[in-house]
């Protein structure tokens, strides 16, 4: 016994006739939208943008694991005024990241709109318009903390230590490439 016995062959037509041709549904081109013209994630707690700029209320503020009480402490900030990006909302709870990239969740009443931005640039000079060429207001060390003021696309008119002055916006952290305030 060889196997069992195969159906005979049935040869196909070589053309199929057009009467019984169904026609292919017309497809939708998905098209990718470059993240910077992408419309920004909304919180859903708040209906602000995700993620965005925040600053540290507190001269402390615990860091959890996880959106609650419960969970353990990983990380205290400990500078008033340090920047912070939030990531996510959850209830009172929102997940935040230093410049570093180190974070985890604060208490949304830990965290002020009241912008600041950290100094990314040692000695940083602090100029007294939008200028490469204008007159020196000031110098920063890198790590300073400044209150934010206005920003064009290149520069930020930032505060620290009595001193106002303007700084290329490449040597701050705390503010969107991007980002223009009046």
């Given amino acids: 016994m ?3 016995e195969m159906p005979p062959t049935v040869e196909l037509p070589a053309v199929v006739p057009t009467s019984n041709a169904v026609p292919e549904p ?3 081109e998905t098209v990718a939208i470059p993240t910077s013209l992408a419309p920004p994630e909304i919180g859903p707690e708040t209906n602000l943008p995700l993620p965005r700029f925040v600053s540290l209320k507190t001269d402390e503020g615990n860091v959890r694991r996880g959106p609650s ?3 353990r402490i990983d990380w205290v900030f400990v500078r008033r005024g340090m ?3 939030v990531t996510a909302e959850y ?3 929102r997940r935040v ?3 570093e990239g180190i974070g985890g969740w604060v208490h949304y ?4 709109g009241n ?3 950290i100094v990314d640039e040692d000695m940083l000079p602090l100029l007294r318009r939008p200028d490469a060429d204008a007159p020196v207001a000031a110098q920063l060390e890198a790590g300073v903390i400044a209150r934010l003021d206005e920003c064009t696309i290149d520069w930020c008119r930032i505060a620290a230590g009595g001193y106002r002055g303007w700084a290329p916006k490449t040597a701050l952290w705390g503010v969107e490439p991007d980002e223009i305030r009046d």
Avoid at 109 to 112: T, V
Wanted: proline share 8%.
């Fill in 2 to 4: 060889i196997g069992p």
């Fill in 26 to 28: 017309e497809r939708e």
């Fill in 69 to 71: 009480l419960s969970h």
């Fill in 83 to 85: 920047p912070l990006q």
């Fill in 91 to 93: 209830g009172h709870w």
């Fill in 97 to 99: 990241i230093d410049r």
């Fill in 109 to 112: 009443a830990l965290i002020s």
């Fill in 115 to 117: 912008r600041s931005v």
